[in-house]
Structure formats: structure tokens, C-alpha cells
């Protein structure tokens, strides 16, 4: 699988982009909300989106693709099989039931928290953030601190 030539790179991104959507004042008035839910519904975008990931990082000796809550988990795994990574799932709180460390974070609507099981990340293995987008980058800020414990 390779995305060939220049053109045939730009061509396929921009069906990528041109799937996407901006809703104004969604959640709360003022914000641009971007809405991927479009691009899942174009089987063609949605592949090249995955092999996008795949073709760039398929030999960089990632160990653990680890997927933000909850939008990384519509594109982590397939990457995750694709690179023959393991998949760790970054929870919202309270989701996983086993010993989890926790980082608290803030959004642009609010403030959230990451947590992770313990032992699922070790002081080897070498990760891939995955999640649909970075808006203050306060998400995936808290990923890296709690994939930079171990
Ligand atoms: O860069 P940031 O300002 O941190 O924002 C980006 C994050 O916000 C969204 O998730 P959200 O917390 O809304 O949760 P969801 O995926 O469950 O909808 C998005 O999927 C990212 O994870
Ligand atoms: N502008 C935005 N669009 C979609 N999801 C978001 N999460 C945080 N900010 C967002």
C-alpha cells in the first residue's frame, strides 16, 4: 500500500478534507465545531485516512498505538492492526476497572480527565497519539503525560 506519486497524495487528502464539516455555535455558541462523522460515511476517505497513518508510521518501530476517548477509538485500531501495534484505550474517568493512573486536563468547553490502566504501557514500548483532531491541545497534552509516566 503506498500513496504514490505527489498528486496522487494531494488528491487523496483533499477527499479527506473535503469529507469534513465546520458546524457554527455547536456545543455552545461561539465555538467551530469540526464534524468527522462525514468522513465515515465515505468508505474510500475513511480508508485513506487509516492508510495515511499506516504508510507513515508502519516502520517506525511503534510498539503501542494508544486511542484518545472517544473519537481515537474510531481510528487507533485499524492503525493499530495495521502496524502490528498494540491498542491502548486513553478512558474518560471511571471507565476502566482495573489500577489506573489519571491526568485531569482543561477543553475548550470545560475540563476533563485521561486515565489508563496500569502495566499496559511499559518503559520500552514506543507510542503512536492517536485521536480525530488537536483543538488548545489540552488532550493530547495529558495523552503524552500519562504514556511519559511509565
Ligand atoms: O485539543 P483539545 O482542546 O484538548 O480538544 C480536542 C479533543 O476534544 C475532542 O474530544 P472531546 O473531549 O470533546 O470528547 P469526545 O471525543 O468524547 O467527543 C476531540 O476528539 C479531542 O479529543
Ligand atoms: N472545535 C472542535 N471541534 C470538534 N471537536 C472539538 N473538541 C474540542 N474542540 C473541538
Known amino acids: 500500500m503506498s500513496f504514490g506519486t505527489e498528486g496522487e497524495s494531494a488528491s487523496r487528502i483533499n477527499g479527506i478534507k473535503s469529507t469534513l464539516r465546520i458546524i457554527s455555535d455547536f456545543p455552545k ?4 465545531f469540526s464534524d468527522i462523522t462525514p ?3 465515505d468508505p474510500k476517505a475513511f480508508k485513506d485516512t487509516i492508510d495515511f497513518f499506516v504508510e507513515r508510521y508502519k516502520n517506525e518501530n511503534i510498539s503501542v498505538v494508544a486511542g484518545i476517548e472517544s473519537r481515537g477509538f474510531i481510528f487507533g485500531p485499524s492503525i493499530a492492526l495495521a502496524i502490528g501495534a498494540k491498542f491502548v484505550a486513553l478512558r474518560k474517568p471511571n ?3 482495573g489500577e489506573v493512573i489519571s491526568e485531569n486536563y482543561d477543553l475548550e468547553y470545560g475540563s476533563d480527565c485521561l486515565e489508563m490502566h496500569v502495566g ?3 518503559s520500552g514500548d514506543r507510542a503512536l497519539v492517536v485521536d480525530d483532531l488537536i483543538a488548545t491541545g489540552g488532550t493530547v497534552c495529558a495523552a503524552m ?3 511519559g509516566t511509565f
Request: proline share 12%; no cysteine.
Open 29 to 32: 455558541p461561539g465555538m467551530l
Open 145 to 147: 503525560n500519562l504514556l
Open 120 to 122: 499496559a504501557v511499559t
Open 95 to 97: 471507565k476502566l476497572p
Open 39 to 41: 468522513l465515515l460515511l
